[in-house]
């Protein structure tokens, strides 16, 4: 009997194309689109889950001869990564929510219906590769072929459970080779556009979106530099992030940007480029992948941002779920409720969230 394999399907070709690589593979498949919100009014160009997806992946799965479901995760997405992203704005922090969505939706709800429903695997369009170590007995999270779709820092957190009935087929293949695999067989999202803003925040407005949400209002405040001297209004504490510099809405003789958020004083620091230097961090939510734990400091590669190049750093293990990551170099704009992500070579290691600056 084949395998059977349950392919989330968002309507993109990468996804799409995931399911026919599967599919051609023996598996016994069937797409799930996932239902995470209501967007269909939404004025952004970048947007996932609108009526157009659905039908982008129906019409695939029709293409390649699988069947198509449409899953509801409102409920699940609203609590686990829309109140996770404005909590996290309302506490002085810039969340992530790529990683709640892959976390706590894709690879645990979704998991969950696959069990129940008797599949054996979880397949994904997401760009990263799985193997297994017979020398550690565990199985290792990858980076892509490709280095700029390389999506391994977004799957940090995934367990070993996940990752034995986890296929990522996009892992091993550039971009252009996976558009190409789309033209030659039709796929009618072939030449669509990867969505590239958070995709329920309309047109990027992230405190609009939070402002809507939760009905309230977020009380103007002080821009300060590192002395405390107050230099302007800011106008709310959700409004910024850690380096933003534009739209401030005041005029230096040197670029200002932005260094800390102080929720308890609702007043934001701002400094000089030179200031938004650190070496040390605390993370905290850990989860290891190619080692149940480690012991005593490890020298690796961290990165602190997605789309960040590794950088050389000492991790120490303070506790079950804490860490202590000291970079070799100064790094810029570390910012906490962002995910950092250690690697040894093309091997997650593991990662967590950051949670306070040292120095």
Known sequence: MNKKALIAMSGGVDSSVAAYLIKSSGYDCTG???KLFDNDESSTHYTCCSLDDVEDARSVCRKIGIPHYVYNYKDSFKEKVIMRFVEAYENGATPNPCIDCNRFIKFKRLFTRADELGFDYVVTGHYACVDFDNERNRFLLKKAADPSKDQSYVLYFLTQEQLSKTLFPLGKLKKCAVRKIASDIDLIN??????????FVPDNKYAD??????????????????????????????????????GLGLSFPNPMYVKEKNVDNNKIVLCENS???????????VNFISVDTITEPVHIKAKIRYNQQEQSATVTKIDDNTIHVVFDEPQRAITIGQAVVLYDGDIVMGGGIISKLLS
Request: proline share 2%; net charge negative; charged share 30%.
């Open 32 to 34: 799930v689109t996932m």
């Open 190 to 199: 072939a030449n669509k556009h990867d969505s590239q803003d958070i995709c």
């Open 209 to 246: 979106f939070i402002r809507n949400f939760t009905g309230k209002d977020y009380p103007e405040g002080d821009f300060v530099d590192e002395e405390g001297k107050i230099l302007g209004n800011h106008k709310g504490i959700i409004a910024y992030t850690v380096g933003q510099r534009k």
């Open 275 to 285: 200031g938004l230097f650190s070496k040390e961090l605390i993370a905290t939510d």
